[in-house]
């Protein structure tokens, strides 16, 4: 789509929407189906720690909107009044938060006009929301949702319009860790793998069918692998894993990951990486990733800041590796991110000197 702006991290979309937040303003990101539309609004209220009111306007009546009409019987005069919607009560209380408006334009006519003023005036009936409220919606661009349809032109021209579809790299930073959520270890080893998967079959990350029979069924997305890694790690037998990874994701791409995870032998103890350790020039390069990643994971875990500098060793160790820097590389920003939650953690010099930007990255300079 044009006259759009692309967001391709996290972080440049979680700035935008601290902006909108401060100058009352509406973002509205244009986003293809299981992209991770809803997901990074839930992801930037808690990093923000603010509560979320989602509403599904594609699913509701222009009343549930504007407010239901009655007769107000209490004074002298028989009046006609409108009572707000619960959703806008449940703001009220609120000093700060997010309201994400998503599937906006999927929203008939008529819902859409009952949330045109609203958007426009941020109040309902003369009652004005909290100023520390942000106001953001998503929606699937014409052609790509059942009933996406454009806004209109009075609607558009109040919203500002981002497209945010993060990288791959973006994407798995927060996979690996369920982004932020507490798993357990299965899971944890099954995301590792199958980020490493990712990695290396980056053009099976995102795969809309294109007729609309396919639309209807399993297909790779953003949200697909998560879902499916989730309903692996409950599963003991690999028949069922990979039933449950192909209900998700579909047959080829299902099929692809299941002979890249047969040759993974992961350590059965993360500790192993560290000693003996790990014979790193010798393993493929996705083999490499996933064990960097439960490496990772295990920092996250023990927090032990020994352990924490013989990652750094690990990390300078691989990065001599002609084959291999990229993939030092994509763990090195993560390992900084550590230093914060690792008490007495230092940073190994060497590593300061081999990834500069992807420190500066990290650090958001």
Known sequence: MSNLTNLTSTDALHTQ???????????????????????????????????????????????????????????????????LPQWFHELLEWEDGVLFLDELNAAPWTVQAAALTFIQDRELRGVKLPDGILICGAGNPV???????????????????FSF??????????????????????????????????????????????????????????????????????????????????????????AQYSVFAEGFRLPEDPAEIF???????????????????????????????????????ILVQISALPDKFDIAAFAAPEYVILKGKIKDAKLHAQVIKTFPAQIRAALGK
């Not at 998967?197 to 953003?222: C, I, N, Y």
């Not at 875990?301 to 500098?309: A, G, N, R, S, V």
Request: aromatic letters at 6%; zero cysteines.
């Open 17 to 83: 929407l601290d902006a909108h937040r401060a100058t009352q303003e509406v973002l509205f990101n244009w986003g293809l189906p299981g992209t991770g539309k809803t997901a990074s609004v839930r992801d930037y209220a808690e990093k923000r720690d603010l509560p979320l009111r989602v509403l599904l306007l594609a699913q509701l009546e222009p009343s549930e909107v504007g407010g239901l009409p009655y007769l107000d019987r209490s004074a002298k005069t028989v009046q006609s009044d409108y009572a």
């Open 165 to 254: 579809m993060p990288s791959v790299d973006d994407y798995l930073a927060g996979f690996r860790t369920a982004w932020g959520q507490e798993i357990g270890g299965v899971e944890k080893m099954n995301r590792a793998v199958m980020a490493a998967f990712l990695k290396s079959h980056r053009d099976l990350l995102h795969v809309m069918p294109e007729t609309d029979e396919d639309q209807g069924l399993a297909w790779p997305s953003h949200r697909s692998w998560d879902k499916a890694v989730r309903l692996m790690s409950q599963l003991t037998e690999q028949r069922d894993q990979i039933n449950a990874l192909t209900s998700r994701v579909g047959e080829a791409a299902a």
């Open 143 to 161: 052609g790509a949702g059942i009933s996406a349809m454009p806004l209109s032109p009075p609607m558009a021209n109040r919203l500002s319009h």
């Open 275 to 313: 000693s003996p350790g790990i014979d790193w020039e010798n393993v493929d390069s996705a083999y490499a990733s996933a064990v960097l990643l439960m490496m990772l994971n295990y920092l996250a875990e023990k927090k032990d800041p020994k352990l924490y500098e013989m990652a750094g060793d």
